[in-house]
């Protein structure tokens, strides 16, 4: 939708340009994806901080494609509602890393003084990233789910 609705599409220079944003992923430092997810409690840690992490990026976007703002509160919803789940499953649930409100409020101070050209191409990468780490998340529940009882 981005690519038709704004003509930012995937693989365009311009979003290599502007891809300044400190997202949350699982990266090579964390070790191959099964090495990963044999520890399950850091695993969860990390997926529920990175979800946590990505409420602020959703709340930029909800405010800024106002055409999908519906969709964007739901998935915000769902995203959070995620985050508290996979909380409550680890063995020490203040470990998960929740951004306090002075780092939300300076990231979305950041976001929100984008132009609008800039705006766009950073909507695309947040919702890139977000399906990425998405995908990765999914993966990581059902295997989780397959080794360890537990019910998502």
């Known amino acids: 939708q981005m690519c038709e609705k704004f003509t930012v599409c995937q693989n365009s220079m311009e979003l290599l340009l502007y891809n300044n944003l ?28 990175g979800l946590y992490t990505f409420q602020t990026y959703l709340k930029y976007v909800q405010e800024t494609f ?52 800039t705006e766009k191409i950073t909507i695309q990468l947040i919702l890139r990233d977000f399906t990425s780490f ?4 999914v993966r990581a529940v059902r295997y989780l789910k397959n080794t360890r009882s537990f019910s998502v």
């Open 22 to 49: 400190n997202l949350p992923k699982v990266t090579e430092e964390d070790g191959d994806f099964l090495t990963f997810l044999s520890f399950q409690d850091k695993c969860l840690r990390k997926i529920s901080s």
């Open 66 to 117: 106002i055409s999908e703002n519906q969709n964007v509160e739901s998935l915000s919803f769902s995203t959070e509602h995620l985050a508290r789940t996979l909380r409550q499953m680890v063995i020490n649930p203040e470990e998960v890393i929740i951004p306090d409100a002075a780092t939300q409020e300076s990231l979305h101070t950041k976001l929100k003084s984008t132009t609008a050209w």
């Open 134 to 137: 998405m995908e990765k998340t």
